[in-house]
């Protein structure tokens, strides 16, 4: 069934269902990884809740250690899972309901807040997203779902836009250096398009100089003529497969494209 | 007659996004950054940098050494993850978190050395890597364990690994 872009409920269901397939992927993910999350683990709770008193102190400290502290931490995992599993699944008053919709953001954010590290802006989008979602839910007017629409979209266009002028500041994002770096690390990169770059300075130049353009430019996208501005959105669905094959930023793809649809809701509810 | 907090509840659900899209304009602007930063948790008002401006260069490694209870010490041993790049990590891609809290940690660490060298030890990064390699599987029982973290720009640059950070001996 084609999706009406100028429905604010509708884009609103679309933008939570893209959300939640990344939530369910990076749950099984960190289930079947959950060693990380163990004691012994890089991501320990015995460590992460020394990041501020308040996470062992009184009442708040003691229910947050049930909750965060290994095994326990597995049940909330699945829970993550099984309630993003929901919205992927579940017919569209669920999705729009603040019954679904406030526990999955509520468990996010303690999942976020467990330790400050392994986390990434796939991670700060899906707070974001299901945050802000569980607030417009509990707003309870339909005129709240267009204000949320309108806020998705200012973040994700501020989100490229303060990346790309960052990086349009840095010598080596001009010169392409820093990306044929990236390209070549363990971390992100990927064997055999490091070694491409690292031997052809032009393209690895020409690269670099389009992300820093098109990242700092992307804002534009909301005052840029319909068709233009399509191409733009197009293009960033394409950024985030090519991240996710390259990179292996697989959850960028979902977090960053399930904005995309309040980027189109707010092209066409600007009226021109 | 029950009355209806409707209205009410989406004003401040409407301010309270308008609102956080405030302090998410504020905190790129240094003057307001610290103060938003104390106020909002990182997670809240992210700075969205994606690896901008200068991303970290080369590879970080974290090795460690034990003492035996004889005094003998062990040699080096480097803690290493699964770092294969495949196809299907476009979908699929488990073992970036564990990388990635590596990388954090390690990260973090070395910011900590030149930021702040005398709490270094309470610091969370530090807690975190003595943590950890403190507990990985050993064929013997050490009473002593150090950890020591390399950064190795070998990949594009012809350079010896530089040493960032050397713990202490810590007893285990």
């Known amino acids: 069934m084609p999706i009406d872009f100028s429905n604010p409920l509708s884009v609103f269901t679309l933008v939570l269902r893209i959300a939640a397939i990344g939530v369910l992927i990076v749950s099984v993910e960190t289930l079947v990884r959950v060693e990380v999350f163990r004691n012994d683990g890089l991501m320990s709770w015995e460590v992460g809740c020394l990041q501020r008193p308040i996470m062992v102190r009184g009442a708040f400290g003691w229910a947050l250690d049930r909750l965060l502290r290994y095994p326990n931490v597995n049940a909330l995992l699945a829970v993550r899972a099984a309630l993003a599993a929901a919205i992927i699944m579940g017919p569209a008053n669920w999705v729009r309901s603040p019954w679904l919709v406030c526990p999955t953001a509520v468990v996010i954010l303690l999942l976020t807040i467990r330790h400050p590290y392994g986390q990434d802006g796939a991670d700060q989008m899906t707070v974001i997203i299901f945050i802000g979602a569980g607030l417009t839910l509990l707003g309870r007017e339909p005129w709240v779902i267009k204000v949320y629409l309108w806020f998705l979209a200012l973040q994700v266009c501020l989100s490229y836009g303060t990346a790309g002028v960052a990086k349009a500041t840095a010598a080596g994002w001009l010169d392409g250096s820093f990306l044929v770096g990236i390209a070549a690390s363990q971390l992100y990169g990927h064997p055999r398009a490091g070694q491409a770059l690292s031997v052809r300075p032009v393209l690895s130049r020409a690269i670099s100089r389009s992300i820093v353009v098109w990242e700092t430019a992307f804002p534009l996208v909301l005052i840029t003529p319909r068709p233009l501005a399509y191409v733009i959105v197009a293009t960033g669905v394409l950024f985030h497969l090519s991240n996710g094959v390259l990179m292996g930023l697989n959850n960028f793809l979902w977090l960053f494209v399930a904005t995309y649809p309040a980027l189109l809701y707010c092209l066409i509810s600007r009226g021109w | ?172």
Not at chain 2, 79 to 93: A, L
Not at chain 2, 119 to 129: D, E, F, N, R, W
Not at chain 2, 135 to 150: E, H, N
Request: charged fraction near 15%.
């Open chain 2, 1 to 172: 007659m029950t009355p209806d907090f409707g209205p009410m509840l989406a004003l401040v659900a409407a301010t309270l996004l308008a609102f956080w899209f405030l302090l998410s304009l504020l905190v790129l602007i240094p003057r307001f950054r610290g103060r938003v930063r104390r106020w909002a948790m990182s997670f809240l008002v992210p700075e969205w940098k994606f690896f901008a401006p200068n991303p970290a260069q080369g590879e970080y490694h974290l090795l460690f050494r034990d003492q035996l209870a004889d005094g003998t010490v062990t040699p080096w041993t480097e803690v290493t993850f699964p770092h294969n790049r495949r196809w299907w990590n476009v979908v699929w891609n488990p073992e970036k978190r564990a990388n990635k809290a590596l990388f954090d940690a390690i990260v973090s660490l070395a910011g900590e050395v030149i930021a702040c060298p005398a709490g270094l030890v309470a610091s969370i990064p530090y807690l975190t890597l003595l943590s950890y390699v403190s507990r990985l599987d050993r064929f013997s029982t050490p009473a002593f364990t150090q950890f020591m973290v390399l950064h190795d720009f070998s990949s594009f640059m012809h350079r010896e690994p530089a040493l960032v950070f050397s713990s202490d001996l810590h007893s285990l």
